[in-house]
């Protein structure tokens, strides 16, 4: 299996910050690793695909980067819609492991 | 618009077999992509459960192998979960996700069901 290791597992920011989560992947993925922002009380939905591939819809403010083993999300200018939990996933191999999430909270 | 919604009972006894379905709308199921279920708790985060594709070839993942099967009915435009054996230890939000081809032969989850909460308890 390939273990999905984010940090950090929270953090605080005030609105208009640059955030970036990271994620390590216990074997190199390539670039197949996605993010999902999951807000209480709702289903995750998914913001990023391949590593950088933006799903349609999600704001230019979320960017992914990474390959191999060590992949990262980025939002530049945090909005107050942009606080929520984010995992990271590789989706490449089965079984199509989670990273254990990170809490983004207001400061 | 593709949409997922989750069915299930709710409230599942120790040793019962808990059965969920998930009914698709807007798309075709045999379509060839892949329905797959995804439970979340509290101690043990987002854990694929398993896969199914328009064909009915499955794969799970090895911690709960013995106890799932996933299936699908073209018929009715659904799929299925069926975990037997359940414990406390499966209490859980179950969802029912969408994994389609990107670019990038990328193949990812991009639609998710609202969840279904299940409870294991006598």
């Known amino acids: 299996d390939i273990q999905m290791t984010q940090s950090p597992s929270s953090l605080s920011a005030y609105v208009g910050d640059r955030v970036t989560i990271t994620c390590r992947a216990s074997h190199d993925v390539g670039n197949h690793v996605a993010w999902f922002q999951q807000k209480p009380g709702k289903a995750p939905t998914t913001l990023i695909y391949g590593a950088s591939r933006l799903e349609g819809g999600v704001p230019s403010r979320f960017s992914g980067s990474g390959s191999g083993t060590d992949f990262s999300l980025t939002i530049t200018s945090l909005q107050p819609e942009d606080f929520a939990t984010y995992y990271c996933q590789q989706h490449i191999k089965y079984p199509l492991d989670f990273g254990g999430g990170t809490r983004v909270e207001i400061k | 618009q593709v949409q997922l919604q989750e069915s299930g009972p709710g409230l599942v006894k120790p040793s019962e077999t808990l059965s969920l379905t998930c009914a698709v709308s807007g798309y075709s199921i045999t379509t060839a992509f892949y329905w797959a279920w995804i439970r979340q708790s509290p101690g043990r985060g987002l854990e694929w459960i398993g896969s199914?594709?328009?064909?009915?070839?499955?794969f799970y993942t090895s911690s709960l192998k013995s106890r799932v099967t996933i299936s699908i009915d073209t018929s009715r435009n659904h799929f299925s979960l069926s975990l037997r054996s359940v414990t406390a230890e499966d209490t859980a939000m179950y969802y029912c996700a969408r994994r389609i081809r990107g670019d990038g032969d990328h193949w990812y989850f991009d639609v998710w069901g609202r969840g279904t909460l299940i409870t294991v308890s006598s």
């Open positions: 199914v594709d328009h064909t009915g070839i499955t």
